[in-house]
């Protein structure tokens, strides 16, 4: 692996036991952001397609932009069918919950959060629904309700082979494992490994992938993480770099001819609008850049990778990545999605929006921020 796209190399750990497995099915829970911070993603891009719930509409609505090949579900998951309340915090989608306490958590550092009802339904129903049969891995992430997602489940019918479920709860220092724990092991899992977030369990009878996944977390610096590239049209080294300097300049050339003093605002909000941009407006885009063929451009914009490259390029501005470099950071929109007119983030709603996450971070147990000030680091 080249790239990882997780908060703490789940996506390493779990390539490590799937191998060379080209093929492959995942049920992600609580997906969040389609590319950045996600455990799916890495495997998506090697052609595995899964079932991915997320309960936050501008999210789910990317994950059907990005990953066409998903399923892609907003349910609440939980131990019997009906309603909930989901409280969807402000400008950080990752601590959005249906437990309020957890909501209110976030709210103490300065993010406001809304509530709203939700349909609710069980992992078996879902799975039953969308006709899943072979489950490779499941994740799931519900930010403290992970015990009424596995509670849910028909084991004797899917029986992932490797589970993944996350143990920091969001209010502190609170044990919220341990009632899943318990329904795990119940149905023949054994924990395998704990990389300081996730517990990982494989079903016992899955004794090769076992053996594969590493026993402890693998170091940091094993591969490169996407946080550390920050905007690809400002970074050269960004693997997308070539392709978001030639948007950036079609947009220009397109929509911000001459000395247009907003120019720099509109752009940023361009470029979060980047996966809702349809076909014809992206071949424009890219001609109005530099002379190329249609027919070859149109074959280009429908392909994967070319989705995959500008969920990269949105990620620093529609709130999937927080960057740290205050003088040309954008304020986080998640709920609300980006605004075209806006005037731009100020300083303090800059400092108000890393500051929170790292105040989130650190009573989750996390470590201390570090390596180039982009992200706080989970290794």
Known sequence: MDLSYAQRLEDYHLACAFADQRQGFYVDIGAGHPVADNVSFWFYLQGWRGLVVEPQEPLLALYRRLRPRDIASGSLIGRETGDAAFHIVEGLH???????RNARRAAAFGAAYSTVRRPVTTLA????????????FLKVDVEGAEADVFAGADWSRWRPRIVVGEVVAPHGAAESWREWDAILRAQDYVFALFDGLNRFYVAAEETELAARLPRAPVPWGATRHL?????????????DHALATRLV?????????????????????FLARLP?????????????SGPADEGILHTYVRDDAFRAALGRIAAPFDG????DDEPTAMRVRTRRGPEPDS????????????????ACWRSRGGGQWRGSGTRPSRG
């Open 94 to 100: 990752g601590l959005s919950s249906m437990v309020e």
């Open 125 to 136: 129903e879902l799975c039953a629904r969308h006709d899943v049969n072979r489950i490779d």
């Open 227 to 239: 946080y550390e590239f920050g905007r690809a049209h400002e970074n050269s080294t960004h693997p």
């Open 249 to 269: 300049q079609g947009f220009l050339a397109t929509f911000a001819a001459g000395q247009d003093p907003s120019a720099g605002h509109r752009m940023r909000d």
């Open 276 to 288: 809702t941009l349809d076909e014809e407006q992206f071949v424009s885009l890219l001609q109005a």
């Open 320 to 323: 999937g990545l927080m960057l």
């Open 343 to 358: 005037a731009g983030p100020t300083r303090a709603n800059v400092r108000r929006n890393r500051a929170l996450e790292r």
